[in-house]
């Protein structure tokens, strides 16, 4: 019997706080961000001060967002589940093992990339689970995995494969679908309704 190859696959998302003790952490992560707001030679000085100020400031607001589903993000309980879900379809072809990485809440990155680092790994998949390309997303959450993977086998860093969208065509669009199209939650009265995608950004009110 042939044995089966050992598959890693990295979801990748934005994160969410997860309590509304974390909000402002959260946002402090966000705003630190070089790729959210670019700073050049004067961020090694202004980024950390900056990033504490703007969340500091917007704190309330955002927690007062969150209040309104629950007091937390439901992003990273969404995505472990769709983690599970793409592991138990590619089970019956290799050995797989998928992680979460948040760019800005926990799981972080670097914690994904402990789980791997010392994996047998045979592949590696690195997965976007963003609705678009952009640096602020995508393009942030693969640079800090670069930064900070470190694998039993280097090669695997460089000859990871990159998954930017998913095609209808792919087996996995099945699993992975629902992070890939807006979910909402709608809270309100009859005559007044607050929307809201799954982590927890407020788009609208509607008036009906």
Not at 58 to 68: G, L, M, S, T
Not at 78 to 88: D, F, H, K, P, V
Not at 150 to 160: E, N, V, Y
Not at 166 to 193: C, E, K, M, V, Y
Request: glycine share 6%; proline share 10%; aromatic share 10%.
């Amino acid at each position: 019997m042939t044995e089966k190859k050992k598959g890693g696959v990295v979801l990748f998302q934005r994160g969410g706080p997860d309590s509304a003790k974390a909000v402002e952490a959260f946002l402090y992560n966000l705003f630190c961000d070089p790729d959210i707001i670019p700073l050049g030679p004067l961020g090694v000085v202004l980024r950390k001060p900056l990033a504490r100020y703007i969340a500091h400031r917007r704190v309330q607001a955002v927690r007062h967002h969150y209040d309104e589903i629950g007091g937390h993000s439901p992003i990273r309980l969404l995505t472990e589940r769709q983690a599970r879900a793409l592991e138990a379809m590619l089970r019956p072809r290799i050995e797989p093992r998928v992680v979460v990485a948040m760019r800005y809440w926990h799981p972080l990155t670097a914690e994904a990339a402990a789980q791997l680092e010392a994996a047998p790994l045979d592949e590696l998949v690195l997965l976007p689970l963003y609705p678009h390309y952009s640096f602020a997303t995508t393009a942030s959450s693969l640079k800090e995995w670069r930064r900070v993977y470190r694998p039993a086998k280097p090669p695997l860093l460089q000859s990871a494969e990159i998954l930017p969208f998913l095609r209808a065509s792919d087996g996995s669009f099945r699993a992975l679908s629902p992070l890939r199209t807006p979910t909402w939650i709608h809270r309100g009265s009859p005559t007044r309704q607050t929307t809201f995608d799954r982590q927890g950004i407020r788009f609208w009110n509607i008036r009906p």
